[in-house]
């Protein structure tokens, strides 16, 4: 089954989409695809959860709450998106969830503008003229596993990977005149930005009671990294043709290159001696580094290269870790309740500059705790 519907109106303004769905036994495969030009939404997740089964995923993660909506900003958008989602059962307690996306925005601008300014004795005109290109291309993969053991444990994983890549361009032209002055200056203004974004992160979670022994256990580790990276050139470019005023022109490289990476894990187990004893322990442990800053280079109009800018160049790097652990034991009757934890925690920062290799900042924390309710 599936939906598929096509539009053509005025201006060439068209939308285009498809759903379609393989339901075979326990594979069910959904292919989407989806293309306009008006800032429609194509589909809504309702649409993908009931006829799409993106729902079916459950808690193995997946895009269920994934960005379909309009593109909502001015000028002529252009959305693209393509994707599949593969639910598979191998028994009825072992699942797998597979999704992968393509999306495309692209949004074009032009205008022309003219500004009458009167003063007391003159009046200056200012015709500008430009156009800006907006384009953000992604690729999204997710996977996940479900393994429910039996009505006391249960395995979950989930791995997502996302790239992302993006321009912008803009451009822009204006010159001024006034009444005594032909031709006052002129200003040339170009932007042109590349950026990209790469992420990935995968994470487990198992748990597990045993009813003889009356022990529940839960564990869980998280992993992600990212990498983002950014090449812009700005040129502003201001040309005087009335005597007196010196020329105005700054030509600005920026270059980023910024990799995080973040780890977790964590694991607890309770012990129950009868309905009124219950010890319980957990211990977890965070470790997170990343990147800030970028570097500069400026070309005035005298020079025919870019010359990097020290001054205004700047690049951190920082990295915490926190340590958690703490032990529990707890006492209930009808008549009293008593609970008693004590632990540890473990912090530490550090902010380094990459450029000399310096530790700018560094903190260190060690805390011990009780508490007796």
């Known amino acids: 089954m599936g939906k598929v519907f096509a539009g053509y109106g005025t201006d060439k303004r068209y939308e285009t989409g498809g759903l379609l769905n393989l339901f075979r036994d326990t594979l069910q495969v959904s292919l989407i695809g989806t293309s306009n030009n008006q800032s429609s939404q194509g589909f809504s997740m309702q649409d993908l959860n009931e006829m799409g089964g993106f729902d079916r995923s459950g808690d193995m993660g997946g895009q269920q709450g994934y960005n379909l909506g309009g593109y909502g900003s001015s000028g002529i958008p252009k ?33 022309l503008r003219i500004n009458e300014i009167d003063y007391i004795d003159s009046t200056s005109y200012i015709h500008s003229t430009g156009n800006s290109n907006n384009a953000n291309h992604s690729h999204q993969i997710h996977a996940g596993f479900s393994w429910k053991q039996d009505s006391t444990g249960y395995l979950n994983y989930n791995f997502d990977w996302t790239h992302t890549a993006s321009s912008f361009f803009n451009s822009t032209f204006s010159e ?17 930005n590349h ?86 322990a957990a211990i977890h442990y965070n470790n997170d580094v990343g990147h800030s800053g970028d570097e500069v280079y400026q070309r005035f109009s005298i020079l025919n290269q870019y010359e990097y800018t020290p001054g205004q160049s700047i690049k951190f790097k920082h990295e915490n870790g926190q340590f958690n652990s703490n032990l529990s034991y707890r006492f209930h009757d009808d008549k009293s309740n008593l609970n008693f934890t004590i632990g540890g925690k473990f912090y530490q920062y550090k902010l380094v500059n990459t450029y000399s290799e310096a530790a700018i900042g560094k903190q260190t924390n060690i805390t011990i705790f009780y508490h007796l309710t």
């Open 176 to 192: 001024t005149k006034t009444t005594h002055v032909d031709l006052f200056n002129t200003t040339s203004y170009r932007n042109n």
């Open 79 to 111: 959305k693209s998106l393509a994707g599949t989602n593969i639910n598979y059962n191998f028994t009825k307690d072992i699942k797998l969830n597979l999704q992968y996306f393509y999306k495309q925005n692209e949004t074009r601008n032009s205008f």
């Open 195 to 280: 950026d990209s974004q790469r992420d990935l992160s995968t994470d487990i979670n198992y748990n597990k009671t045993f009813t003889k022994s009356k022990i529940d256990i839960s564990l869980n580790g998280n992993y992600a990294s990212g990498l983002s990276a950014a090449d812009h050139y700005v040129d502003n470019i201001t040309t005087q043709y009335v005597k007196g005023y010196i020329p105005d022109s700054i030509l600005r490289h920026e270059l980023n290159h910024l990799p995080s990476s973040n780890y977790n894990f964590g694991a607890s187990i309770h012990k129950s001696f009868s309905k009124k004893h219950m010890l319980m």
